[in-house]
C-alpha cells in the first residue's frame, strides 16, 4: 500500500468539500474561540493553582468542546467519538487535528462531559451561542411554541419496593451496601404514558420561536412532570411576537392567568370535556393553530431522525441535563446553517 502524502490528504479533503460536508458549514458559522474562557473555567486550573507543568499538555478546551458537539449532532457515546474521529477524515478536520495529532480518548471525552455537567454549564453555553445568534439578526421573532417531548434512558429493572422508595426520595435498604449497583440506578428518572404506551426517561421542553425554529429556552425534568408544569421555565419576553402556540396539554385557567399577566396572548388549543365535546367552531380554531403548533414538532423530528435520536446513555438528571442541553444547542448550530442558506441577510 502506497503512502498517503500531502496532496493525497488535500484531494480527499477536496472531494468532501464536493460533497458539501456538513461539518465544515457548521464550522464556519459558530464563533467557537467565544466559548473558551467558560469552557476553560471549568477544565482547566488556575495557572496558580498547577503543582507543575510536567507532563502531557491538556487537549484544547475548542477539541473536547467539537467532541461534545459532535457526539450531540450523531448521538454518539463516548467509545464512537473516540473511533469516529480516528476514522472519519470529515470529523479529524472538523475537530482541527491532523493525522499526526493526539485524538481524545473515550475516557477524557467522559470526564471533560462530567465536568461540564457537574458545572451545570449547558445552559450558559446555549445563552452565550443564542446570544451569538441575535448579533447576527436572528432574533426570537412571531411569538413562542411551547412542547415537550420524551427522552429515553436505559431502563431499570426494579422491584415494587424499591421502586416505591425512589418514587419517596428514599435509597432503597439494600443499594447502601452495595455501591456498584447503586451507580449503576438513576433514581432521577422516572416512568409515564403516552399514547398508551410506557416510557421511562426524562422530557426536554423547549420554547422554539415561529419565525426562525430555533430553541430559545429549555428544560430538562423526569418523564412524568406534567407538560404544563414547565412553563414558568420557557416563556420568555424577548420574542418581538406576543402570541403563544401550544398543544391541549397547557390549556388551563392557570396557564390563561399567566399569560395575561405577561400580556401574552394564547393561542393554546382548546380541548373537549366529558360529556361536552368540542364545537365545530372550536376544532377549526384548532386546525389553524396547529399549522403553527406544528413547527415545533420539525425540531423533535430533526432531533429524532437527522441527528440520531435522542437516547441519554448516562445515569441522573444532572449528566441528563448536559446531554440534552448539548442535543438543543447543537440543534440551533445546525438550524444557523440552514438559516444561513436560505436567507443570508436576516431581517
Known amino acids: 500500500m502506497a503512502q498517503m502524502g500531502f496532496f493525497d490528504l488535500s484531494d480527499r479533503y477536496a472531494s468532501l468539500d464536493a460533497k458539501c460536508d456538513p461539518l465544515v458549514k457548521i464550522d464556519a458559522v459558530v464563533p467557537w474561540e467565544e466559548f473558551r474562557p467558560t469552557l476553560e473555567q471549568v477544565w482547566r486550573k488556575p495557572d496558580a493553582e498547577r503543582k507543575s507543568r510536567a507532563g502531557r499538555k491538556p487537549i484544547d478546551a475548542i477539541v473536547i468542546f467539537k467532541a461534545l458537539v459532535l457526539s450531540a449532532l450523531y448521538n454518539l457515546s463516548d467509545d464512537q467519538i473516540e473511533y469516529q474521529v480516528r476514522d472519519r477524515l470529515s470529523f479529524m478536520r472538523f475537530l482541527g487535528l491532523g493525522l499526526e495529532d493526539r485524538v481524545p480518548d473515550a475516557k477524557t471525552v467522559w470526564l471533560y462531559r462530567e465536568g461540564l455537567a457537574q458545572a451545570g454549564l449547558a445552559e450558559e453555553l446555549f445563552r452565550q451561542f443564542d446570544g451569538h445568534l441575535a448579533r ?30 425512589i418514587k419517596n426520595g428514599e435509597v432503597p435498604e439494600d443499594w447502601a451496601d452495595k455501591p456498584a449497583k447503586r451507580s449503576q440506578k438513576d433514581v432521577d428518572a422516572r416512568w409515564t404514558k403516552k399514547h398508551g404506551k410506557s416510557h421511562y426517561g426524562y422530557k426536554n421542553h423547549v420554547n422554539v420561536d415561529r419565525k426562525h425554529k430555533l430553541v430559545r429556552r429549555w428544560h430538562v425534568s423526569n418523564a412524568a412532570l406534567h407538560d404544563s408544569q414547565a412553563v414558568d421555565h420557557l416563556l420568555m419576553r424577548g420574542n418581538t411576537g406576543a402570541g403563544v402556540w401550544a398543544d391541549a396539554a397547557y390549556r388551563s385557567e392557570e396557564m390563561e392567568g399567566k399569560l395575561r399577566n405577561r400580556k401574552l396572548k394564547s393561542h393554546i388549543h382548546r380541548k373537549g370535556k366529558r360529556g361536552k365535546p368540542l364545537t365545530e367552531q372550536a376544532k377549526g380554531s384548532n386546525r389553524t393553530k396547529s399549522k403553527v403548533r406544528v413547527r415545533v414538532e420539525h425540531v423533535f423530528g430533526a432531533q429524532t431522525n437527522d441527528m440520531g435520536g435522542t437516547l441519554v446513555r448516562t445515569i441522573g438528571i444532572a449528566r441528563a441535563k448536559a446531554r440534552i442541553g448539548m442535543k438543543n444547542l447543537a440543534y440551533n448550530m445546525r438550524r444557523l446553517v440552514q438559516l444561513r442558506r436560505i436567507n443570508p441577510c436576516p431581517a
Open 136 to 165: 447576527q439578526g436572528y432574533i426570537a421573532r412571531g411569538g413562542q411554541i411551547l412542547d415537550a417531548s420524551i427522552v429515553a434512558v436505559p431502563r431499570n429493572h426494579n422491584t415494587r419496593e424499591e421502586n416505591r422508595a
